[in-house]
């Protein structure tokens, strides 16, 4: 179904104040079936009213109460809308779409008095291409769905898509958040407004202690609400979207505010106290949530002997295991540094399938396993050596002017890009660890293939020497 929303008239009103208004009228478009049929939607109250169509013209009768309203002109496929303001304005004209809805906000909950300053948003969860079992996702804004505000509780909502995961939004100062699916307004009738009923503001409030259970300040904590309402957050297979984060204050409280009833889940972290989650099943209860805390890594970086302080420390983790999860943060840990005498104690996710990298000041890059070492509670690496770097010679063919650039290793995640020193047409780069390296160049600020692409560096291999060639596609000098 397509969407085309018309060009307006101003209504004109005797003596600029309410009276008998002059009739709505419009052209319906050509492109419009010849059975097209029009009716006036009221903004905020009352069934859709009957209009006139004939000769390629429609004519409605303006709401006796001056309120704004909606003309909607609907056709076997399409269907095309006119916003009106006001007694004596117009509310202008939208792009095309595919369909739309004329969405009003009932009191339900609260006092009618409430619903003030309300608006309306349209999102989606942020799915990614690769991790296609996630399960936890962040809101993204929804551009392809576009919402008009009608009046001070309507609102027009338009797309050009049904928005599989799409879910509307209204927010208010004294009301709690409520949302519907988008999917919900496209299957329901255009000539029907949809009713979305105003609920109380509840105020979720809790604590975080540790292990221990004494305060954790500074802890992250974020709610999650499901992303279709009947799943509940005590199901480990539901699919939920970040509702609301903060950080707890100094005795480990925190608030959020303006929720609905209704089931949610909680987690909290602590980049050195651990993590923990609670099910929320009503929002009038007080939760305290118990971090457990990370299985730690230590261990002591050295050159030739002598301790490497400054070191940059972090959990990689694998990509299969990184595609897999459920929950991303599951895998994701902050980083540390090594101290003055190369030592480092570094705070593992909660599921650590991965490596340590530890990146020196001089660039040279050191992956230690961690998956099926140390206990329960921590993994002890012990002294790790930092060994030399990778010197990789280029010789440059089919070029003149060109720069050199490797990124890699390509076998895993944190990767690199090392640009190459030049020198005629002998390129070297000082590669921070073995494995396999993309060789990228740009000549005369164009980018270039080359041949080979790849180059292998072994664990062992100090010095390694490559002839690589430009790939020249017709054209191209």
């Known amino acids: 179904m397509s969407w085309l929303l018309l060009a307006v008239t101003p209504l004109l009103f005797p003596g600029g104040a309410l009276g008998q208004a002059h009739p709505l009228t419009g052209s319906i478009p050509s492109t419009f079936e010849a059975a097209a ?27 006796a109460s001056g309120e704004p309203a909606v003309v909607v002109i609907m056709g076997e496929s399409k269907i095309a809308a006119r916003l009106i303001a006001g007694p004596t304005a117009d509310g202008g004209a939208e792009g095309a779409h595919r369909w739309g809805r004329l969405i009003r906000i009932a009191a339900g909950g609260v006092a009618p008095d409430d619903l003030h300053d309300l608006a309306a948003s349209a999102w989606t969860p942020e799915r990614s291409q690769v991790r296609l079992q996630t399960l936890r996702f962040l809101p993204a804004e929804e551009p392809a769905i576009r919402i008009v505000r009608v009046s001070d509780r309507a609102f ?7 928005g599989d995961d799409a879910f509307l939004s209204i927010e208010g100062p004294a009301i709690a958040r409520t949302t519907m699916p988008v999917e919900e307004l496209v299957d329901s009738p255009p000539n029907v407004p949809v ?14 202690v540790t292990a221990r259970l004494e305060p954790a300040a500074d802890a992250d904590v974020e709610l999650f609400e499901p992303l279709r309402r009947g799943e509940t957050g005590e199901k480990d297979s539901a699919e939920m979207v970040r509702r609301a984060s903060t950080r707890t204050d100094a005795g480990g409280g925190f608030s959020i505010d303006r929720l609905a009833a209704g089931s949610y889940a909680l987690t909290a972290t602590h980049p050195s106290l651990g993590r923990g989650a609670q099910a929320i099943d009503s929002v009038s209860a007080p939760v305290v949530v118990r971090l457990t805390p990370p299985v730690r890594a230590s261990g002591r970086l050295l050159r030739a002997s002598v301790p490497v302080p400054g070191a940059q420390v972090r959990f990689v983790p694998d990509p299969l295991a990184l595609a897999r999860s459920t929950d991303v943060t599951q895998l994701l840990a902050d980083g540390t540094t090594t101290q003055v005498d190369g030592a480092f104690i570094l705070a593992l996710p909660p599921v650590h399938d991965g ?3 530890i990146v020196t000041p001089a660039g040279v890059s050191v992956r230690v396993p961690v998956a ?3 206990t329960a509670t921590g993994v002890a690496l012990g002294d790790i050596d930092v ?3 990778k010197r990789v010679i280029v010789r440059l063919f089919g070029a003149e002017s060109c720069t050199l650039a490797a990124a890699g290793p390509l076998n895993g995640l944190g990767m690199a890009i090392v640009a190459a020193s030049r020198a005629g047409n002998e390129y070297w780069f000082d590669l921070p660890e073995g494995g396999e390296w993309s060789l990228n160049a740009e000549c005369d600020g164009l980018p270039r293939r080359v ?3 790849i180059i292998i560096v072994g664990p062992a291999a100090r010095d390694l020497r490559v002839d690589v060639r430009i790939v020249k596609r017709p054209g191209q000098p």
Not at 47 to 58: H, K
């Open 37 to 63: 049929q029009v009716i006036l939607l009221p903004a905020d109250t009352g069934d859709a009213l009957p209009c006139s169509v004939g000769r390629g013209r429609w004519v409605c009768a303006a709401p």
């Open 156 to 162: 027009w909502v338009t797309g050009d898509d049904s």
């Open 195 to 208: 009713v979305i009923q105003a609920a109380a503001p509840a105020v979720l409030s809790g604590r975080v």
């Open 355 to 357: 490596i340590i990298q």
């Open 372 to 374: 099926g070492k140390g």
């Open 387 to 389: 060994p030399e770097p």
């Open 451 to 453: 041949d080979p692409s």
